[in-house]
C-alpha cells in the first residue's frame, strides 16, 4: 500500500466533514424539542401536555353510579357491550354537574351508525336499509335503545 505523496487534499476533506457534523450538531440542539428523549422517542412534555387537556369521556361507569337503573337493563340487552357514550355523545360535563343537560339523541342519525347496511360489515351483525326499514321514523318508535330493543 502506497501513501499518497501530497495527501493535502485529504486533510481538507476531512477537516470539512468535522465542520459540516459540528453544524449539524448546532442545528440540532436548536431543532430538537428539550424532552425529546426523556423516556423514549418522543417529546417528554407531549404527556403532561396531553393529560392536562380536558375530558369529554366519561365512561360507562360513571355513568352508571348515577343512571343504575339504565346501567341495569342494558346489561339485559343486545346493547349490553355498547358503552352509554357510543350513543349520546361525549357528556363528561354533564357527569360532573349533572345540571348541564344532555341533548337529545336524533337516532336516524345515530343508531344508522352502527346499523346501516353495508357490505363490508360482517353478515352476522345486524344491519338494515334505513330507508326501506323505517323511512325516517325514529328508530325509539318501535325500539328500546336501552334493553328491549
Ligand atoms: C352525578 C350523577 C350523574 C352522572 C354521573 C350522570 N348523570 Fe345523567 N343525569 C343525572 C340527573 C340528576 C339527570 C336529570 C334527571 C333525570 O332526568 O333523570 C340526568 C339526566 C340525563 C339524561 C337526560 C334525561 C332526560 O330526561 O332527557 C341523559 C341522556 C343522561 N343523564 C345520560 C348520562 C350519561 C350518558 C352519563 C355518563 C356519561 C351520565 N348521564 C352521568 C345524573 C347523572
Ligand atoms: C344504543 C344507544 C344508546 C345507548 C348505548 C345508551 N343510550 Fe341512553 N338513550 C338512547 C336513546 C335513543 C334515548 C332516547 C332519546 C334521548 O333521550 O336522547 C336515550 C335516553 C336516555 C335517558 C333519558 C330517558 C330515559 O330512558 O330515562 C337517559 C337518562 C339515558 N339514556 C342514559 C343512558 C345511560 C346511563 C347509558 C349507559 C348505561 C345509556 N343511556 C346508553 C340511546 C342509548
Ligand atoms: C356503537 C354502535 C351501535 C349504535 C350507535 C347502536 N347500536 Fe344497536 N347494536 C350494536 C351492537 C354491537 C349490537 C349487538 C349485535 C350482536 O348481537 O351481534 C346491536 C344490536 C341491536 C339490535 C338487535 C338486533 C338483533 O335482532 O339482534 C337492534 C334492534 C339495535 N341494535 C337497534 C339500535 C338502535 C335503535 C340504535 C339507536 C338508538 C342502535 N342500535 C345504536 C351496536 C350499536
Ligand atoms: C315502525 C317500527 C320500526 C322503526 C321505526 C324502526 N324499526 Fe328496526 N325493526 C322493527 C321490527 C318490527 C324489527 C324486527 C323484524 C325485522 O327484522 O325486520 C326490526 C329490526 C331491526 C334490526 C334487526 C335487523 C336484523 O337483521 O336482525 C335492526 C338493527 C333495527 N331494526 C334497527 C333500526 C334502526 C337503526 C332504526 C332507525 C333508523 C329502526 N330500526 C327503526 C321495527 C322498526
Redesign the pocket.
Known amino acids: 500500500m502506497s501513501i499518497p505523496k501530497d495527501a493535502r487534499h485529504l486533510f481538507r476533506f476531512a477537516i470539512l466533514f468535522v465542520i459540516a457534523f459540528v453544524v449539524f450538531l448546532v442545528i440540532r440542539h436548536f431543532v430538537v424539542p428539550k424532552t425529546f428523549g426523556e423516556y423514549g422517542h418522543y417529546r417528554g412534555a407531549a404527556i403532561t401536555e396531553i393529560a392536562a387537556r380536558p375530558m369529554h369521556f366519561a365512561g360507562h361507569q360513571k355513568c352508571e353510579t348515577c343512571h343504575v337503573d339504565i346501567g341495569e337493563a342494558k346489561k339485559a340487552g343486545k346493547h349490553e357491550n355498547v358503552s352509554c357514550e357510543a350513543c349520546h355523545g361525549p357528556l363528561a360535563q354533564h357527569a360532573d354537574d349533572p345540571s348541564i343537560q344532555p341533548t337529545k339523541i336524533n337516532?336516524?342519525e345515530v343508531?344508522?351508525r352502527c346499523?346501516a347496511d353495508s357490505a363490508a360489515k360482517p353478515g352476522v351483525f345486524?344491519?338494515?336499509d334505513?330507508v326501506q326499514?323505517?323511512g325516517g321514523?325514529?328508530?325509539e318508535?318501535?325500539?328500546q335503545p336501552h334493553n328491549g330493543l
Do not use: A, G, L, M
Request: glycine share 0%.
Open positions: 337516532t336516524t343508531c344508522i346499523h345486524p344491519q338494515i334505513p326499514h323505517s321514523v325514529p328508530c318508535t318501535c325500539h
